[in-house]
Every structure is written in structure tokens, then in C-alpha cells.
């Protein structure tokens, strides 16, 4: 997985009935925009390190720096 600070990752639900999850990423720790990232989660503000699973998909951001 690769992103850039600006980008949206999307943490797919494994419940039935349960909502996915949104951050978005505010630093990019690893080399060549590998994980882990510093996000701020979109349902709570809660800012944390990720290092997100195959269940998550990277969302572009028009103003996300490349």
C-alpha cells in the first residue's frame, strides 16, 4: 500500500450492518509512501499510527502531495 498525506484510507466493515471506517493520512512514516501513517479518524478526530491491513483501500486526494 502506498499513500500520501491528503489521502483517505477506508477500512472495509466485517459486520453486516456495521459502518466503514475513514482517516485520513496526516504523515507518511515509511519509505516511498508505505505504511505506517499518522491518520486522524474521520467518526472520532482520535489521531493514531496505522499500519493498515488488507482490508483497508487508499482513497486519492486531488490535493494529496505526491
Known amino acids: ?7 483517505h484510507i477506508v477500512i ?3 459486520r453486516v450492518g456495521q459502518a466503514d471506517r475513514d482517516c485520513e493520512v496526516l504523515e ?3 519509505a516511498d509512501g508505505q ?3 499518522l491518520v ?3 467518526d472520532s478526530g482520535h489521531e493514531t499510527l ?3 491491513g488488507s482490508d483497508a483501500t487508499v482513497r ?3 490535493h494529496a502531495e505526491r
Do not use: N, Q, T
Open 1 to 7: 500500500m502506498r499513500a500520501s498525506v491528503g489521502d
Open 12 to 14: 472495509k466493515s466485517r
Open 28 to 30: 507518511v512514516h515509511g
Open 35 to 37: 505504511p505506517p501513517y
Open 40 to 42: 486522524r479518524w474521520g
Open 50 to 52: 496505522l499500519f493498515p
Open 60 to 62: 486519492r486526494s486531488e
